[in-house]
């Protein structure tokens, strides 16, 4: 049984935006610090975003700020990414990953037990 399902990638312009969703089936979502990263080609998982369990602290790697914006939604299980004005360097699958039961703002790779298959987000110049 999966516990996160990534949508919302696609092929778009540069300057384009999407918006990325994460459906969780975890037992304890609303308590649980989510993320998103990314890898590109050739390159590792990075981090993208974060969010503590009730969304009122967020972060988000340098590149990004003022572009993306995360967010979530308890009430219907989901946490979501939207990204604006995107660019080649921003193509990449992306990952949603969730530390169940655990309310904090988490930024490693490594904290995160749970991830999704990923949703692929491709940026033509």
């Known amino acids: 049984q999966e516990l996160l399902v990534e949508s919302g990638g696609g092929l778009v312009q540069t300057g384009a935006s999407l918006r990325l969703s994460c459906a969780a089936s975890?037992?304890?979502?609303?308590?649980?610090?989510m993320g998103w990263f990314r890898e590109a080609p050739g390159k590792e998982r990075e981090f993208v975003a974060a969010?503590?369990?009730?969304?009122?602290?967020?972060e988000y790697r340098d590149s990004v700020k003022g572009r993306f914006t995360i967010s979530r939604d308890n009430a219907k299980n989901r946490v979501e990414l939207q990204v604006n004005n995107l660019k080649p360097e921003d193509t990449a699958v992306y990952f949603c990953?969730?530390?169940?039961?655990?309310?904090?703002?988490?930024?490693?790779?490594?904290?995160?037990?749970?991830w999704g298959r990923g949703t692929q987000v491709t940026v033509s110049s």
């Open positions: 975890g037992p304890s979502f609303s308590m649980s610090a």
């Open positions: 990953a969730a530390r169940f039961g655990n309310p904090g703002l988490i930024l490693l790779r490594s904290d995160y037990p749970y």
């Open positions: 969010i503590n369990y009730n969304g009122a602290r967020t």
